[in-house]
């Protein structure tokens, strides 16, 4: 069993998920720091995915190993302003692990994904299914190197026809302990929105998440998979629920304020995020439900009550320690 | 629910604030405003060596009775209460006098090498009567604070508890400092600290909105909230005229076909309107345009509108909704008033695919009046391309009278639901079969022409019917 990206939120949690399994006998961690989870069955090894010898170490690693599952979560959760390393780390990056998981013939490959990359387009129907194509702007290296790693497995899942390929694509995480860019967003005092756009949206509990990827890590399931909570909220619910300020920006003038804030490391995501503020961008669940058993514990409003619980414990932290 | 929790924690926010701010004795009534500003004596190095000495002497026998570690424990606690409430209540309302007489304190001198001397020697038992507490002694402000003996004998447990924390001290809610009543100044301050408007704005907020609604965006409070407007509309404004809703299933599946008029969709509206009095919430689809369209298209959707598109319409009918489709599309809301009541191309036929995709029976549904609300005269073309919509009206009252000029003119609607159309004897094959589902769209159509033309040529008045 192989965790990239093990340091990562995901790969933290699915490491001590693994750790507390008696049917996984070792767990081998491949990131740039440790994990803190790490206790006896991990062995941590420093590989450095954006550095071109990162393809034959890992392939050494593996077959030193003799690891039969990767679990690739070497991915930015959130837009990074630092593009080339995103780009190598994301696109060529994934595309040396499965270069690597080729060479020693692993069984079994697990990435992770997101549905974000469906894209908000205005065409949206209200559900995404799994077969519809990812049409997040190419323009957005975030969208775009994830779009590239996808492409990278799909032809990984045809070139080795015996290898099991899951890619589990979840909805935007929200939860007590995960930070993002959807969790920075949601934690300003006062939150932009499009002047007269109220898409919904849909989010998916951290445990949900992390639970998803130890459900394919102890079946076979082949394939991709929506990874999302049930039911949806309007983002203006989302954000009263969270207890903020919603301020309506007009939308011709928005993609331009936006593009200007990104720029001066002011705002969590880039412009091109907008439009998951104005359009519909929402998975539908319902194969992962019936093909792999997974079993959403959080709607997306318990998911949005449970971020905003602690949150406001953060808040009320924060108040104490600097008093007005 | 959510205002409740909100509620508590702002509470909880508020209280520590409330606790720093301690309420002011009697005696520092001549002390001017602001007494937090004044510079805070010697208590702020005392608190940390106190306890941790006790600590020590605790640690430093370990072999003691038992009963003595509990009264050092007890002691130790008590110690830092007072220091606690002495420190507070030096922050709060320590008057110049104060200050001096405390400067004056030979036990207090900055130059004192051991500044804890005062504190006897915590290892020993029985020393509770000296816990003197300069502080208290010195400012002259608490007569019977602390060290009385019946404070002592509250209880270990709870004494060490609270005391351990800075904001809950047990004598100062026994009463041994009267809390200051609610002054006009702490009223105006929290009026004026922006957190209140948050907080009000949160308690507001969720009003008038459900904290769920359902997979495709309906809001049933929402809803129920706009429903005076529709009410209004139906029963007043357009005088709506409703036949033959009998055709309209009460429970499963089924598509609504109608016509498509008016400028403004308000035919959309209407329909649901008079379907609701018969109990059943229908979900209709609109076009891109009205969907997208700032305001208007998410206050659609959380009434019930659906973007039109294939794969929504499926899910609707197969979780057995009743679903609303004008398949002329924005050619019928669109079309000039010299083509009123001419219905458009009915689409690809795609609603007729749907129906025998899924087997669901077609009521068609024939909307009179709408088209004389707003009449469109002109469309403007190149403006229409700029402003990204499919048309820009000219009616008699549009550009002229500015937004207002969009007020639907009060016509006498009909809105008529024609007998049901059963599909299912064509089975779900014959979607495949274009020439076949040309021929069901046409007949539809042609029914609904039918129904309109009759409607139409039987009413006397266009607001008057």
């Known amino acids: 069993m192989t965790v990239t990206g093990a340091a990562s939120f995901l790969g933290t949690n699915l490491v001590g998920l693994l750790e507390e399994d008696e049917r996984v006998a070792r767990i081998v961690a491949i990131d740039i720091k440790p994990p803190v989870t790490a206790q006896r069955k991990t062995r941590f090894y420093e590989v450095d995915f954006t550095q071109p010898t990162a393809e034959a170490r890992l392939s050494e690693i593996f077959a030193a190993e003799r690891t039969d599952t990767v679990v690739h979560l070497a991915f930015l959760a959130s837009p990074s302003h630092g593009l080339a390393v995103a780009h190598e780390l994301e696109s060529v990056g994934t595309r040396h692990v499965l270069v690597a998981a080729r060479h020693a013939r692993l069984r079994k490959v697990v990435m992770w994904s997101q549905t974000t990359l469906y894209g908000a387009d205005p065409s949206n129907p209200n559900f995404l299914t799994e077969k519809h194509p990812l049409r997040a702007p190419a323009s957005e290296p975030f969208f775009a190197d994830k779009i590239e790693a996808e492409a990278e497995a799909a032809r990984f899942a045809q070139k080795v026809p015996g290898a099991i390929v899951t890619v589990l694509r979840t909805a935007p995480i929200l939860g007590p302990t995960i930070h993002n860019y959807v969790t920075r967003y949601l934690s300003r005092k006062i939150v932009p929105t499009m002047m007269g756009f109220d898409p919904l949206l849909q989010f998916v509990h951290e445990i949900d998440a992390i639970a998803a990827f130890k459900l394919a890590i102890d079946r076979d399931h082949p394939g991709i998979f929506n990874i999302v909570a049930d039911g949806v909220l309007p983002l203006s619910t989302v954000i009263k629920l969270a207890g903020r300020l919603a301020v309506p920006i007009p939308h011709p003038l928005a993609h331009t304020l936006g593009a200007a804030l990104w720029l001066a490391h002011m705002s969590e995501a880039p412009a091109s995020f907008m439009t998951h503020l104005r359009f519909l961008c929402v998975a539908d669940g319902e194969k992962a439900k019936v093909k792999m058993g997974f079993r959403p514990a959080y709607t997306t409003r318990e998911a949005v009550l449970d971020f905003t619980s602690a949150q406001r414990l953060r808040d009320v932290k924060l108040l104490q320690e600097t008093p007005a | 629910m959510t205002t409740r929790t909100k509620k508590t924690t702002a509470a909880a926010a508020a209280k520590p604030k409330r606790a720093t701010r301690a309420p002011a004795p009697p005696v520092s009534k001549e002390v001017p405003a602001k007494p937090q500003r004044k510079p805070k004596p010697k208590p ?51 008057d110049p006098e104060d200050a ?85 100044f702490d009223t105006a301050r929290e009026l004026l600290s922006s957190d209140f408007y948050l907080r009000k704005w949160g308690r507001l907020a969720m009003r008038g909105r459900s904290e769920e609604v359902d997979d495709f965006g309906f809001d049933p409070i929402y809803d129920a909230k706009l429903k005076p407007v529709l009410d209004f509309l139906y029963d007043k404004y357009f005088r709506v005229e409703t036949t033959g809703i009998a055709s309209v299933p009460k429970t499963g599946r089924c598509l609504l076909v109608a016509n498509h008029s008016g400028t403004l969709p308000l035919d959309g509206v209407m329909i649901k309107a008079a379907v609701k009095r018969e109990g059943r919430d229908v979900r209709w ?76 029976p077609i009521v068609p549904v024939a909307v009179t009046g709408a088209e004389e609300t707003n009449p469109l005269l002109f469309k403007i073309e190149h403006l229409s391309k700029a402003l990204g919509v499919p048309y820009v009206p000219v009616t008699p009252t549009f550009p002229l009278l500015g937004p207002l000029g969009l007020l639907p003119a009060p016509t006498k609607w009909t809105i008529q639901f024609g007998e049901p159309l059963d599909l299912s004897s064509h089975g779900p094959s014959a979607a495949d079969d274009e020439i076949l589902v040309g021929k069901l769209a046409e007949r539809v159509r042609a029914t609904i022409q039918g129904m309109l033309d009759r409607n139409v040529g039987s009413r006397k008045s266009v607001f008057f019917g």
Not at chain 2, 135 to 159: L, M, R
Not at chain 2, 163 to 169: Q, Y
Not at chain 2, 337 to 355: E, H, M, S, T, V
Request: charged content about 25%.
């Open chain 2, 100 to 184: 001096e007489t405390w400067h004056g304190e030979p036990t207090f001198e900055p130059g004192d090498p051991v500044p804890s001397d005062p504190v006897p020697d915590v290892s020993e038992p029985s020393f509770d009567a000296e816990v003197t507490l300069p502080i208290a002694s010195t400012t002259g402000t608490w007569p019977e604070s602390g060290p009385g003996p019946a404070s002592v004998g509250a209880g270990p447990g709870a004494g060490f508890g609270d005391g351990a924390g800075p904001a809950a001290s047990p004598s100062y809610g026994a009463g041994a400092v009267p809390p200051a009543p609610e002054s006009v």
């Open chain 2, 44 to 94: 702020k190095p005392k608190p940390e060596p106190k306890p941790e000495r006790a600590r020590r002497a605790a640690a430093a026998a370990p072999d003691a009775d038992p009963s003595v570690v509990a009264q050092i424990r007890e002691l130790e606690a008590q110690l830092d209460r007072l220091i606690d409430e002495a420190s507070r209540h030096d922050v709060s309302s320590l």
């Open chain 2, 285 to 360: 689809l609109t076009e891109d345009f009205i969907y997208h369209m700032p305001y208007l298209g998410s206050a659609m959707n959380r009434l019930g509108a659906v973007r039109a598109c294939q794969e929504n319409a499926e899910r609707l009918l197969a979780n057995e909704q009743l679903v609303a489709v004008f398949p002329e599309g924005v050619k019928g809301i669109g079309k000039l008033f010299a083509q009123r009541y001419r219905l458009q191309r009915f689409g690809r036929g795609g609603f007729i695919k749907l129906c025998l995709r899924t087997g669901t």
